[in-house]
């Protein structure tokens, strides 16, 4: 089973600013079958990223992801308040997708 | 438009069972797999197991073999989620998603709205 670390644990950024969340992978990732999530409180988690850089449909700009092996990156540009909540990375490139154990970007 | 509706929430006692169900509409059912992903309460996300609706066949995570059992009902379009022997730790809402067909592990860009199963005595 690939194990997925996600660091940090929190971030603590203020609107506006830079956010860099990052995910590594206990071995590596085939294809690329990397997805990002955000979930908010008592909602399902939302498709951000997949296949590691592909965004999906209607999320803006200001998300990306990058990386590749064991090492991947979700950027966001500039925060606006409602990104202020919990993401996740997830892998599906074994047979098994794991999920890592989350980031919260809380404002400063 | 695609949408996956589950049941609502249930309260079982240790030991009991549970189905949760998922009723999928806006796309050709047999054309996607359905995942189930489960999240106790202030943790992450784990994935369960899967459900070909074409054929019924499943894949299932090794934790949970012998205790989970995914199946689907093409007439209706809706998959379920069976879990015997609960225990305390199976507290957690729980998630259908839909997945590409063939693979047993997906990306998922429709997700049903959760279902919280909490067990106590």
């Known amino acids: 089973e690939i194990v997925l670390t996600q660091s940090p644990g929190t971030l603590s950024l203020s609107p506006g600013e830079r956010a860099t969340l990052s995910c590594r992978a206990s071995?590596?990732?085939?294809?690329?079958?990397l997805a990002w999530y955000q979930q908010k409180p008592g909602q399902a988690p939302r498709l951000l990223i997949y296949g590691a850089s592909s965004r999906a449909t209607g999320i803006p700009d200001r998300f990306s992801g990058s990386g590749s092996g064991t090492d991947f990156t979700l950027t966001i540009s500039r925060l606006e308040p409602e990104d202020f909540v919990l993401y996740y990375c997830?892998?599906?490139?074994?047979?098994?997708?794991?999920f890592g154990q989350g980031t919260r970007v809380e404002i400063k | 438009q695609v949408q996956l509706v589950q049941s609502g929430a249930e309260v079982k006692k240790p030991g009991a069972s549970v189905k949760v169900s998922c009723k999928a509409s806006g796309y050709t059912f047999t054309s996607y797999s359905m995942h189930w992903v489960r999240q106790a309460p202030g943790q992450g996300l784990e994935w369960m197991g899967v459900?070909?609706?074409?054929?019924?066949?499943?894949t299932y995570a090794q934790e949970l073999q012998g205790r989970v059992t995914m199946t689907r009902d093409t007439s209706t379009t809706t998959v379920y989620m069976e879990l015997n022997s609960l225990r305390s730790e199976d507290t957690a809402v729980y998630y259908c998603a839909r997945g590409r067909i063939g693979y047993s592990s997906s990306w998922y860009v429709y997700w049903g709205q959760g279902t919280l199963v909490t067990v106590s005595s």
């Open positions: 997830q892998q599906y490139g074994s047979s098994r997708g794991t």
């Open positions: 459900v070909n609706p074409s054929g019924g066949t499943t």
């Open positions: 071995e590596s990732v085939s294809s690329s079958y």
